[in-house]
C-alpha cells in the first residue's frame, strides 16, 4: 500500500516565476492537506482540498492556489515566487477531512526561489 | 490566533535516561492534541494525539503524553530513550473542533549510545 507521494523532490526556481507541485493521497483517502515548513520550524498550515474543493485555508496569500482532481490527487501552486517561499512543502492525506482518521504525510517538496 | 510553545529547542540524553518534552497552547476552548516525530530522513509519523478521555495518551514506540488542561498542557514523555529515538518532535494542536493542526517549532532530540 503507497503511502503520499510528492513530486518533484527539489525545486530550483528564481524570483517571479510560478510553481507547481504535485501529490498523491495514500491509498483510500478522499482528503489532502498542504503545509509549508521553513526551517527551523513547524509546519504551517496552507489549506485542505476535500470533494475537490478548498474546504479550509490558513494564512497565506492568495499567490498559494491548489487544486484536487477526481482521483484525489493535489496540485499546489505558487505564483510570483518570492525568496521567503522556500521552503519544505508537506502534503498531508486523511479519510474524510481528518475527523474520522489520522493525517499521514508525505516526504515533501524542497522548494529554492534565489 | 491560537499559538504552541515547544520550550526545548534541542535536548540531548544519553540513553536509558527519561525523556519529557514540554508543550503549551495558547486557545482557551475545546482541543484535538497530537505529537508528530520526524526520524532523520523519514516522513512526519503521528506519535499519539487526544481528543477525549482519558487525559493520559499511549502512543507508538513507548511514549505517552497527558493533558492538563488547567495547564494548556500537553507533555511528551518517555521513561527510557534509545538511540533510535533520535528524531525531531512536533507538538500540534487543532482548536474549536478542528481537527487542521497548529504545530509549534519542534524540538531536536539526540540520543547518545
Known amino acids: 500500500d503507497a503511502g503520499v507521494t510528492q513530486s518533484p523532490t527539489h525545486l530550483i526556481k528564481t524570483r517571479g516565476q510560478q510553481v507547481t507541485l504535485r501529490c498523491s493521497p495514500k491509498?483510500?483517502?478522499?482528503?489532502v492537506s498542504w503545509y509549508q515548513q521553513a526551517l527551523g520550524q513547524g509546519p504551517q498550515f496552507i489549506f485542505q482540498y476535500y470533494e475537490e474543493e478548498e474546504r479550509q485555508r490558513g494564512n497565506f496569500p492568495d499567490r498559494f492556489s491548489g487544486h484536487q482532481f477526481p482521483n484525489y490527487s493535489s496540485e499546489l501552486n505558487v505564483n510570483a515566487l518570492l525568496l521567503g517561499d522556500s521552503a519544505l512543502y508537506l502534503c498531508a492525506s486523511s479519510l474524510d477531512r481528518g475527523i474520522s482518521d489520522t493525517q499521514y504525510f508525505g516526504p515533501g517538496t524542497r522548494l529554492t526561489v534565489l | 490566533a491560537q499559538s504552541v510553545s515547544q520550550h526545548n529547542h534541542h535536548v540531548i540524553l544519553s540513553e536509558a535516561a527519561s525523556l519529557e518534552l514540554g508543550c503549551n497552547y495558547s486557545y482557551g476552548g475545546t482541543v484535538n492534541l497530537f505529537w508528530y516525530v520526524q526520524y532523520p530522513g523519514q516522513h512526519l509519523q503521528l506519535l499519539l494525539k487526544y481528543f477525549s478521555g482519558d487525559p493520559l495518551v499511549k502512543g507508538i514506540k513507548g511514549f505517552e503524553a497527558e493533558f492538563i488542561k488547567s495547564k494548556f498542557s500537553f507533555n511528551l514523555r518517555k521513561p527510557s530513550v534509545q538511540w533510535s529515538d533520535t528524531a525531531e518532535y512536533f507538538c500540534?494542536?487543532?482548536?474549536?473542533?478542528?481537527?487542521?493542526?497548529?504545530f509549534g517549532r519542534g524540538t531536536s532530540l539526540i540520543v547518545h549510545p
Open positions: 491509498s483510500g483517502h478522499d482528503t
Open positions: 500540534a494542536v487543532g482548536s474549536g473542533g478542528s481537527y487542521i493542526p497548529t
